[in-house]
């Protein structure tokens, strides 16, 4: 165009043209038949990964049949999220040497998903994302079969409902407009 082009002219540019994502409508058929439920008072612990850690948390979670327990594995560490009401419990179980960081006052939101989504790619970080552009940490994850679990903050849970009913409510128009 024959004009000098300055390196903040470029930036401003470059910050206009925002890349608009649209998800396949098999994403959004996923996503629009996806339920989310809600878990609250909820505490977790880090602890070294050992076999007698490993050991503690399979008897632990033998011992409380009816709360909610999950097991993360990491390669050097082992995370237990339970309900706070047996926390303490399960804390008196465990070296105090060997717990790395612990939590309470956090909320699980189950998100249960069609088969399909097990095999589709950019689901899962759809509701990722959604929750991250609002500035809301994601405590823990995990992943089982077709249901996604997020662990956050109590104080955001209901937040995080909401935002992710949108995306749902939105999945759903995006298809009824197809």
Do not use: H, W
Not at 57 to 71: G, K
Not at 104 to 117: D, G, K, Y
Request: net charge positive.
């Amino acid at each position: 165009m024959g004009r000098k082009v300055t390196l903040e002219g470029m930036i401003t540019s470059v910050k206009r043209a925002k890349a608009k994502f649209k998800p396949s409508k098999e994403n959004l058929k996923i996503i629009s038949e996806s339920i989310i439920t809600i878990r609250t008072n909820l505490a977790k612990i880090s602890l070294e990964k050992t076999r007698k850690n490993l050991e503690r948390a399979r008897l632990i979670s033998a011992e409380f049949p009816e709360a909610f327990f999950q097991v993360l594995e990491g390669a050097i560490t082992l995370t237990i999220i339970t309900d706070q009401r047996i926390f303490n419990d399960i804390r008196l179980k465990l070296e105090a040497s060997e717990i790395l960081d612990e939590k309470s006052n956090l909320a699980a939101i189950i998100i249960q998903s069609p088969r399909e989504i097990v095999d589709t790619p950019g689901c899962i970080a759809m509701f990722y994302n959604a929750i991250s552009r609002r500035q809301i940490n994601i405590e823990e994850t995990i992943s089982c079969y077709t249901e996604t679990v997020i662990v956050l903050k109590m104080e955001d849970s209901t937040r995080v409902y909401s935002i992710l009913a949108d995306l749902i409510s939105n999945a759903r128009k995006g298809l009824s407009m197809e």
